[in-house]
T-cell receptor, first 114, second 115 residues
Framework: DAGVIQSPRHEVTEMGQEVTLRCKPISGHNSLFWYRQTMMRGLELLIYFNNNVPIDDSGMPEDRFSAKMPNASFSTLKIQPSEPRDSAVYFC????????????FGPGTRLTVL | AQKITQTQPGMFVQEKEAVTLDCTYDTSDPSYGLFWYKQPSSGEMIFLIYQGSYDQQNATEGRYSLNFQKARKSANLVISASQLGDSAMYFCAMTLTDSWGKLQFGAGTQVVVTP
């Protein structure tokens, strides 16, 4: 089992540039989550999908952030334009919807916006 | 809104000793799940153990056990026989049944295991 796959693992970009983070969930999982981890705010949920449909995007910081899940095996998180305060580790996680099921996290993408 | 509190920012434990990491939660929802994750310095998030709010027995997974005290709203993680590889950040998290998977995390506890 390949686990949750995220790319890139590291991204360094300049302020104002568009950034796209990618995630492939575990095959068969039908819920996908995007988290952001910073020293100041800890781990926070940005958005989650169930059966490819966005269910709750209340954690998305502002309109510069958008997420899509065009099919069951792929999701993107886009930041446009990026700002230095977006620097963080972004995690994607997936699970099979249902009580008692744990989430499996990807390795994360470390984003640095200069 | 639910809330997760981990009051211990960091702790040292000697190898082979047991350590208890505190976690309290606050929710008025009767149905929820509690999780513990480990984050080593390499950064990945590793699932350790799960406890459902209706589970009668405390969860155990190898050297990990969860001391679930529902009336006190606490879900402490106990690591027995600590190993050097247990040095990591540990996060407690909670989800409500009607939004399963929407995890809210505590601030974490940094554990350092010393020889």
């Amino acid at each position: 089992d390949a686990g949750v796959i995220q790319s890139p693992r590291h991204e360094v970009t300049e302020m104002g540039q568009e950034v796209t983070l990618r995630c492939k969930p575990i095959s068969g999982h039908n819920s996908l989550f995007w988290y952001r981890q910073t020293m100041m705010r800890g781990l926070e949920l940005l958005i989650y999908f169930n059966n490819n449909v966005p269910i709750d995007d209340s954690g998305m910081p502002e309109d510069r952030f958008s997420a899509k899940m065009p099919n069951a095996s792929f999701s993107t998180l886009k930041i446009q334009p990026s700002e230095p305060r977006d620097s963080a580790v972004y995690f994607c996680a997936s699970t099979l919807t249902g009580r008692d099921n744990e989430q499996f996290f990807g390795p994360g993408t470390r984003l640095t916006v200069l | 809104a639910q809330k997760i509190t981990q009051t211990q920012p960091g702790m040292f434990v000697q190898e082979k000793e047991a350590v208890t990491l505190d976690c309290t939660y606050d929710t008025s929802d009767p149905s929820y799940g509690l999780f513990w994750y480990k984050q080593p310095s390499s950064g990945e998030m590793i699932f350790l153990i799960y406890q459902g709010s209706y589970d009668q027995q405390n969860a155990t997974e190898g050297r990990y056990s969860l001391n679930f005290q529902k009336a006190r709203k606490s879900a402490n993680l106990v690591i027995s026989a600590s190993q050097l590889g247990d040095s990591a950040m540990y996060f407690c998290a909670m989800t409500l049944t009607d939004s399963w998977g929407k995890l809210q995390f505590g601030a974490g506890t940094q554990v350092v295991v010393t020889p």
